[in-house]
């Protein structure tokens, strides 16, 4: 530092070279600490930039909403030119396929690519160009669990919330066991895909409005078809069709409709070698379940110890047959599109319905989403269920916002992101 100060006052360098230097010399230091810690596993380089991200979104949402809105389209809107169709399982380059790793769709048509990667046909660009609902839409979220989010800096974030938005006071032993099953090569996407393949998804609840609505082969005609809980098909056909790649559930709303809709003609749930299953994390019984049905053993421990998975899902199930959803997937959609005040007087029971997160799930995942048998703004009209005998009324519970999830598919359709089955009630 001495001889610093003495070459500075004899004029051979100046206080702003010396100023320089030494800001150049501690930014790579700075930087050298980084990337020892990010590669002793101190830090994970993604979520250090994604908390740091986090908290400057944070405050400038809470100074200026509208600067907000309009910075996030941008944003990702740019992420998408760059990186291509992230959530589609890919970017510019097709995404690479291992046999058996996932559901492959059936060959449709070939959409050319725009600017950014990801078909003209898709999705995407209504949601870039929308507003309201479709510029919350955030399409580098990850849907799915896999096994890298054991990762500390992952692991720790996840435990700081309760179920089903995190792993707060689960047992370490079970979330562990269940999430090191999950090989990212199959789990951290829904289907394998060429980047320019148009994927038509069709997402189709229970409601009252598809009976006799003649919709079967419409539905059919998608790619994969998402069904949810008391998924009834036999002698319901001609509205509901009969294809079925993904069924979403709990554990505990599997059951619960295999009690509630056996009359109905709902004795199992949807099998077969092409039928995919996305548990909903609502409670520590779907790790304990999703771990025995990977492993093909019975349930160990908790209020389904010693069922046989395969009674429900079949056997010979393939480890790649089962998803779970991410938990800060189910927080995103409810900080953005759901915080219902149902949230603040019954938090315990609160969340996204079935159907709303399957649905989340299509429009985060495929290029064009139909959804069929949601609620819409007449569904007095119609029976709780297209497969009830006799016409029952729409029951509203405190565990889900049907009200507020039926603006929020009015609002979808309006934007066009998706296209919403409504029919007249005199129909």
């Known amino acids: 530092m001495r001889k610093i100060k003495v070459l500075v006052r004899r004029g051979r360098y100046s206080r702003r070279h010396v100023t320089f230097v030494c800001s150049v010399f501690l930014f790579g230091v700075t930087c050298l600490g980084l990337m020892a810690s990010v590669y002793y596993g101190h830090y994970d380089p993604i979520n250090l930039l994604s908390s740091v991200e986090d908290s400057i979104r944070g405050q400038f949402r809470r100074w200026s909403p509208a600067g907000y809105q309009n910075i996030h389209s941008r944003l990702n809107t740019a992420l998408h030119e760059k990186e291509g169709c992230m959530a589609c399982g890919g970017s510019r380059r097709k995404a690479r396929s291992s046999p058996g790793a996932a559901a492959k769709p059936s060959q449709g048509a070939v959409t050319p690519a725009g600017t950014s990667g990801w078909p003209t046909c898709s999705l995407r660009w209504a949601a870039a160009s929308g507003a309201g609902p479709a510029k919350q839409l955030n399409f580098s979220v990850s849907v799915l669990t896999t096994a890298s989010d054991l990762r500390p800096s992952v692991f720790g974030r996840l435990r700081s919330h309760p179920l089903p938005y995190g792993w707060k006071d689960v047992p370490e032993e079970t979330i562990t066991e269940a999430v090191r099953l999950l090989n990212d090569t199959w789990s951290s996407r829904l289907f394998d895909r060429g980047s320019q393949t148009c994927v038509r998804c069709a997402v189709v609840g229970n409601s009252g409005i598809l009976a006799g609505s003649g919709q079967g082969t419409a539905i059919d005609s998608h790619h994969f078809v998402f069904r949810v809980n008391g998924a009834v098909t036999e002698g319901f056909e001609k ?189």
């Not at 819409?376 to 005998?389: G, I, L, Q, R, V």
């Not at 929020?408 to 009630?425: F, I």
């Open 239 to 427: 509205d509901v069709g009969t294809k079925t790649s993904f069924y979403g559930f709990s554990t505990n709303s599997m059951k619960n409709s295999l009690i509630a809709y056996y009359k109905d003609g709902f004795r199992k749930v949807p099998q077969g070698q092409d039928v995919h299953y996305v548990f909903i994390p609502a409670h520590s019984r779907d790790y304990l379940m999703l771990t025995a049905a990977i492993r093909g053993i019975p349930v160990t421990s908790g209020p389904d110890k010693g069922d046989h998975p395969s009674q429900y899902f079949g056997t010979n199930q393939g480890a790649n047959h089962f998803k779970i959803l991410s938990p800060e997937f189910i927080k995103y959609i409810k900080d953005e599109f759901l915080n219902s005040w149902q949230m603040i007087s019954y938090p315990e029971v609160y969340i996204p319905s079935t159907g709303a997160l399957m649905l989340m799930t299509a429009l985060h995942m495929c290029d064009q989403v139909s959804a069929y048998g949601f609620i819409t703004e007449n569904y007095k009209d119609f029976s709780d269920h297209y497969y009830d005998a006799i016409k029952q009324p729409v029951e509203l519970y405190a565990n889900h916002d049907i009200l507020m999830e039926l603006k929020l598919w009015a609002a979808l359709h309006a934007q066009k992101v998706m296209q919403l089955y409504q029919r007249p009630s005199n129909h």
